[in-house]
């Protein structure tokens, strides 16, 4: 019902910016929550941001809040991440998720999200 295709990632400088990009194939008709999610070798995944269907609403991680930015185009069915001042702790997989839910909480858990892309590859040099 719904694939995710993350694009974007690769190598940049500390303090330097990078925008990924989540293509969306959603059914007609349903609405999700989509975020991102990153994890770093050895640890868990976590949270970073997410938006809403209509792109209202916004929730961001305490670490990147300030610095990155969810946005969305529906029209293009695709889910941005801009990420600037990129710090080395920054360095992660970053993943593309869906919920199907209409209420967007701050509360936002992996294991809440129904569809998952394969992920990007973020790199930040010291």
């Known amino acids: 019902q719904v694939q995710l295709v993350e694009s974007g990632g690769g190598l940049v400088q500390a303090g330097g910016s990078l925008r990924l990009s989540c293509a969306a194939s959603i059914a007609s008709g349903r609405t999700y929550i989509v975020g991102w999610f990153r994890q770093a070798p050895g640890k868990e995944r976590e949270f970073v941001a997410a938006i809403n269907n209509r792109g209202s609403s916004t929730v961001y991680a305490d670490s990147v809040k300030g610095r990155f930015t969810i946005s969305k185009d529906n029209a293009k069915n695709t889910v941005y991440l801009q990420m600037n001042s990129l710090k080395p702790e920054d360095k992660a997989v970053y993943y593309c998720?869906?919920?199907?839910?209409?209420?967007?909480?701050?509360?936002?858990?992996?294991?809440?999200?129904?569809?998952w892309g394969q992920g990007t590859q973020v790199t930040v040099a010291s």
């Open positions: 998720a869906a919920d199907r839910r209409s209420t967007l909480v701050a509360d936002q858990r992996k294991e809440e999200y129904d569809y």
